[in-house]
């Protein structure tokens, strides 16, 4: 079973408009965390917002938020005023046993989000 | 204060012939990891270091690819007698403790011909 769904391969935004990609998780793990990052073409990857399984607020950087709903198992990311800087792909990860687990990271495959003028 | 840097940033060369690659992480951070990336997928889990000891592998490291981080800093990826499917960006991060995240190098894409 796949551990991170990203089920939107495309998105659209108008800019200055919000948008919001959506992330859902599966792990049998009390502890986790959730993390977004984002890849331009020129292929680096930027991270840009992280949550634990344990924080009781929702993460917020800037204009990245995290909509965390950890019965529903989703970690939605919001982007708030998109910008044309912000046409990228983005993606969701996991690590599992955040207190002495696993280090690895596990993505999902990804949402390309293209920011219109 | 420099991020992670990796070498080369492609790399061309013929099915059969070895490669290695270089990643030298941000300075101080003593985990590095590796992972792999092909086209239209999520980056995979490629192997982990904590200072020079290797703590996790991925069995996607088949014995064609080994990785060693002699002296807790940089870090080296080979992969021999190069196959078509090796062809992918080879990401390398890093981080250390009391930090979530993974701080990523701008990758080494491999194309093997």
């Known amino acids: 079973a796949q551990k991170i769904t990203q089920t939107q391969p495309g998105m659209f935004v108008q800019e200055k408009e919000a948008v919001t990609l959506d992330c859902t998780y599966d792990?049998?793990?009390?502890?986790?965390?959730l993390f977004w990052y984002k890849q331009p073409s020129s292929g680096e990857m930027i991270f840009l917002i992280y949550?634990?399984?344990?924080?009781?607020q929702n993460a917020t950087e800037g204009r990245y938020s995290l909509n965390f709903q950890k019965a529903r198992k989703s970690a939605n990311l919001v982007i708030s005023a998109s910008q044309l800087g912000d046409s990228a792909m983005y993606f969701c990860a996991m690590r599992e046993g955040v207190q002495g687990g696993s280090e690895k990271l596990v993505f999902g495959k990804g949402t390309k989000l293209t920011v219109n003028p | 204060d420099t991020g992670v840097s990796q070498d080369p940033r492609h790399k061309i060369t013929k099915r059969g012939q070895n490669v290695t690659f270089r990643c030298d992480p941000i300075?101080?951070?003593?985990?590095l990891y590796w992972y792999r990336q092909t086209l239209g997928q999520g980056p995979e889990f490629l192997t982990y270091?904590?200072?020079?000891?290797?703590?996790?592998k991925s069995r996607l490291l088949s014995d064609r690819f080994s990785a060693e981080r002699p002296k807790g800093s940089f870090s080296t990826l080979e992969i021999q007698r190069t196959e078509q499917g090796d062809s992918a960006m080879y990401l390398c991060a890093s981080s250390t403790v009391g930090i979530n995240e993974q701080f990523f190098g701008p990758g080494t894409r491999l194309t093997v011909l």
């Open positions: 270091f904590q200072n020079e000891a290797q703590l996790e």
């Open positions: 792990t049998s793990d009390p502890s986790y965390g």
């Open positions: 300075s101080e951070h003593n985990r």
């Open positions: 949550q634990g399984s344990y924080d009781q």
